[in-house]
């Protein structure tokens, strides 16, 4: 059984509730403000651990409260952070999130140390190997994102690329990707760039998923117990990479994934309890 290492960022997750999201130069009161662990990296690793892989996150926290009380916790969920970097001075990622009264959401991300990876991050890829799989996403400074994936295909290792939020990577990098993960709207803009997956998954969300043209049903959820769909992708992604690294067929892997998405989307926060 292969490991899982979870290259990406970790944020805090500042939460209010509103009845609609506002519209452009409108204001609107919140309901309540919760401090929550989110970030795509973390909430993928945390997915990952939950569905039983061996994980290794990789990425910088800020010398604050918030970045001291995310390794804890992470520690707490039996992840290995001895690759996560504190930095002196910095302010840990944080992201501002509405949740409207039908569970959609809107978020703004400030990077923070998320945005002061560098080479020391890339190097961590060496201790991966053939059987281990990479998990990307692009919350992280571009070029970090592009080295790892380079160097971990170098090592044999499975890279796994989720392309939220998008941005455009090399086309050598996007055919590293096993798969590539992509929602419908994503799948658009990495078709424009003429960039060309060996193998891409798109999300659909209630609707399902297709991997290299290959249609599967998304799992079932009764409209009324959708709480929060924030974090149901990276829910998704984390447990295709654990059943991956597991040596899981592309059947079982993506059943895995599906089930961890729709449970996901039925509490509140992009983790389960993920009270800060």
Known sequence: MGRVMVLG???VDLVTRVE???????TLLGEGLDRLAGGKGANQAVAAAAA???????GCVGDDGGGAAYLERLRHNGIDVSRVRTLKGAAS???????DDRGENSIIVIPGANGLLDATEIAAVDELGPGDVLLLQLEVPLPIVCGAARRAAHLGARV???TAPYAALPADVIALGDPVVANEHEMVALA??????????VTFGANGVTWDGETVPAHRVDPLAVR???GAGDAFCGALAAA???????????DAALAAGAAAVQHPGAQPDPAL
């Open 52 to 58: 039983g892989a061996d994980v290794l996150m990789v």
């Open 20 to 26: 609609r999201h506002p519209s452009p130069g409108e």
């Open 93 to 99: 990622g944080h992201a501002l999130i509405a949740v």
């Open 160 to 162: 796994v690329i989720n």
């Open 9 to 11: 960022s970790l944020n």
């Open 192 to 201: 424009e760039s003429g960039a060309e997956p060996a193998s891409l998954l």
């Open 244 to 254: 991956l690294a597991a040596g899981a067929d592309r059947a079982t892997s993506l």
């Open 228 to 230: 929060d769909t924030t």
